[in-house]
């Protein structure tokens, strides 16, 4: 089963990126991995965040096929410690499916159109991080959930 990260805007914080790209690379060891960036919208200062949000929706849900379980990246959603998250990978790749999509919104979250189209909502923290800040501890999480399903020494319980 594949694994995609779809994310509203682009990483632009060098740090960040760099982070980013080397838990992808560390990712792809584990399953066949793939990071979207949907363009940020331009001229949204004549949209309300409602409109910003079906837009960025619109966008989202066209990286979306028939038969792709999507998660949605949500401070609303299930918390996890890192064992039971990989035990929850784990469970999830299992059942098959075309691929597992988890998604990272825009600035004002999600529209009804992408909660309805989702199976379920992780939550990294009760924290608020930057959008671009989570794609890195996202996939950092990833691959330490590989890491314990696999039994490899990199997480300490």
């Known amino acids: 089963m594949d694994v995609k990260l779809v994310t509203v805007g682009r990483t632009d914080v060098q740090w960040v990126k760099e982070g980013l790209d080397l838990y992808v690379s560390r990712l792809r060891h584990y399953v066949p991995f793939s990071l ?22 619109e966008l989202i849900l066209k990286q979306v ?7 949605l990246l949500d401070e609303r ?3 996890f410690r890192s064992v ?7 469970q999830r790749l299992a059942r098959g ?3 597992l999509v988890f998604v990272i919104g825009g ?10 189209r989702a199976e379920g909502m992780v939550s990294l923290s009760r924290m608020t991080f930057s959008h671009q800040m989570v794609r890195t501890i996202f996939a950092e999480q990833l691959y330490r959930a590989f890491t314990i399903i696999k039994g490899e020494p990199y997480h300490h319980e």
């Open 107 to 116: 600035a004002y979250g999600f529209s009804q159109k992408v909660y309805d």
């Open 97 to 99: 499916g075309k691929a």
């Open 65 to 71: 096929a028939p038969g792709d379980g999507v998660i």
């Open 36 to 57: 979207v960036e949907i363009p940020q919208l331009k001229n949204v200062s004549a949209f309300t965040q409602e409109q910003i949000k079906e837009k960025e929706g």
């Open 77 to 79: 959603g299930k918390s």
């Open 84 to 90: 039971e998250w990989a035990e929850w990978i784990r």
